[in-house]
């Protein structure tokens, strides 16, 4: 919503440079000039410059949306009665984890499992990709809360955020992945059973 903001203040008033014109109320008498030009000349470039300040620099102030990805995903996993799974990756430079996502996690059989059973949070540290700084920061928390010291490393929690499982290195078959992330799923299930 801003950029179209921007965008229109730099046509009108950098590069097209209008000058600001003393402007004038009417009345039902003659026309009353409000400021006149010279004492306006001043203020107009305050507002102008505190303006210029606020749309260039409003998307860098942090925002107060409260909730981030890893926040969202434990509520959705508790509403939904699903699993989380944490993908730690390097999406771009990886060939480990680029290859275990074509293997596996792009495949239809994984998709419909995950659909059905899990939130996935990819939680990613590209080398050439850009991210906002909010993400960075909270995917090197998750990083340092989890202990991960490889990528890719896969994490199923429950809707609590408690560890059930991990795998750390390359997938290469969706099946086989699966009955891992069932297995640890059962075993959660067992000890809620159990009295």
């Known amino acids: 919503m801003l950029k179209p903001v921007r965008r229109i203040f730099m046509a009108v008033f950098l590069k097209r440079r209008i000058a600001l014109q003393p402007f004038c109320l009417k009345d039902t008498g003659p026309t009353i000039p409000i400021l006149p030009f010279s004492r306006m000349k001043p203020f107009c470039s305050c507002s102008l410059s505190a303006l210029l300040f606020l749309v260039i620099c ?7 949306e409260g909730s981030s990805q890893y926040a969202k995903a434990l509520a959705q996993a508790g509403r939904e009665r699903k ?9 771009d430079w990886c060939s480990a984890c680029i290859r275990s ?8 059989e994984f998709l419909t499992f995950a659909t059905t059973n899990l939130v996935l949070v990819d939680v990613d540290f590209p080398e050439h990709k850009t ?3 909010t993400l960075k ?9 989890f202990k991960v010291d490889g990528y890719p490393t896969f994490i199923l929690l429950d809707a609590t955020g408690r560890e059930l499982g991990r ?21 959660v299930m067992d000890s809620v059973k159990a009295p």
């Open 58 to 64: 409003w998307p860098a102030w942090p925002t107060t």
């Open 101 to 108: 996502r074509k293997q596996v996690l792009d495949q239809k």
């Open 167 to 187: 795998q750390t290195g390359v997938l290469t078959k969706p099946a086989a992945f699966i009955a891992t992330l069932r297995q640890w799923q059962k075993i």
């Open 83 to 91: 699993f989380i799974l944490l993908d730690f990756t390097g999406s």
């Open 137 to 145: 920061r909270q995917n090197s928390e998750l990083e340092k809360q």
């Open 131 to 133: 991210q906002e700084a």
